[in-house]
Nanobody, 123 residues
Framework: QVQLVESGGGLVQPGGSLRLSCAAS????????MSWYRQAPGKEREMVAAITNVGGSTNYTNSVKGRFTISRDNAKNTVNLQMNSLKPEDTAVYYC????????????????WGQGTQVTVSS
């Protein structure tokens, strides 16, 4: 059974730090691009950070560049998001996402999501 379980969320003051973790099971973790998304009430879900299957390339939304760092450990089937210099606008539910595309014998997309973890930045 495929599972993505996030942890590490909580309440922090502006300027503080949190480290989110996602534990994956039930699929070949090293074959998937891993991402962190977030969604605040009334807003669209947005991609925060992504990392390729072997960790050679990363991508971030502009609002978190220089503050957030995504990493993965394929031996432990985990992906992490280090969040520094947190701002109130970072408040959201953060979701772990796994995606891969198989092209043979036919095109098939696999897309898995975790349940999410709440991050609240407030004084």
């Amino acid at each position: 059974q495929v599972q993505l379980v996030e942890s590490g969320g909580g309440l922090v003051q502006p300027g503080g730090s949190l480290r989110l973790s996602c534990a994956a099971s039930g699929f070949t973790f090293s074959s998937y691009v891993m991402s962190w998304y977030r969604q605040a009430p009334g807003k669209e879900r947005e991609m925060v950070a992504a990392i390729t299957n072997v960790g050679g390339s990363t991508n971030y939304t502009n609002s978190v560049k220089g503050r957030f760092t995504i990493s993965r450990d394929n031996a432990k089937n985990t992906v992490n998001l280090q969040m520094n210099s947190l701002k109130p606008e970072d408040t959201a539910v953060y979701y772990c996402n796994a995606v891969t595309v198989v092209t043979l014998p036919d095109w098939v997309r696999y897309d898995y999501w975790g349940q999410g973890t709440q991050v609240t930045v407030s004084s």
